[in-house]
């Protein structure tokens, strides 16, 4: 509650790790929006997976494929997102929810992310360059144009 004390945005880019209990990102998500609203904050920007609340179509068939051999290996899933992402669609605030295919690391950031982004249709790239992802989150935080929707990212 105190963190939020004097903000005007919320980013938020939790990644789950696996030792992390199955509602953590969930609960996590649940307690900054009540924050949030306890201090009057009320843009939001949240990252999440391309194939959380059924979409992964959006991602490029081998991002597709590496989600099925995920889920296959190891028992990963989406689920946790998808609640997630509900809980943002109905907490009454200025919402972006950005759906991200794997991000990579890179050393170097020009200032011009070359990126693709999509409300629909199939991204073109099945990565991002994490410095990129971030530079998009911190501009979408700022400008209007994507309140209240979600969006696909991925490299260009």
Not at 130 to 141: D, I, K, P, Y
């Amino acid at each position: 509650d105190e963190a939020m004390q004097g903000q005007e945005i919320v980013i938020e880019a939790m990644i789950p790790r696996d030792a992390e209990p199955t509602n953590f990102i969930a609960a996590s998500t649940h307690n900054i929006i009540k924050a949030m609203h306890a201090n009057r904050v009320w843009r939001l920007v949240i990252l999440s997976e391309v194939g959380a609340a059924g979409s992964l179509h959006q991602g490029p068939l081998i991002y597709r494929l590496w989600m099925w051999l995920r889920q296959m290996k190891s028992g990963y899933s989406l689920t946790e997102r998808t609640i997630r992402e509900a809980f943002v669609q109905k907490s009454g605030l200025e919402w972006t929810i950005v759906r991200s295919v794997i991000i990579k690391s890179s050393s170097s950031f020009n200032g011009d992310p070359d990126i693709s982004f999509s409300v629909k249709k199939t991204l073109r790239r099945p990565s991002i360059a994490g410095v990129s992802l971030a530079a998009f989150l911190l501009h979408t935080a700022v400008e209007h144009t994507f309140i209240n929707k979600i969006i696909g990212i991925s490299d260009k």
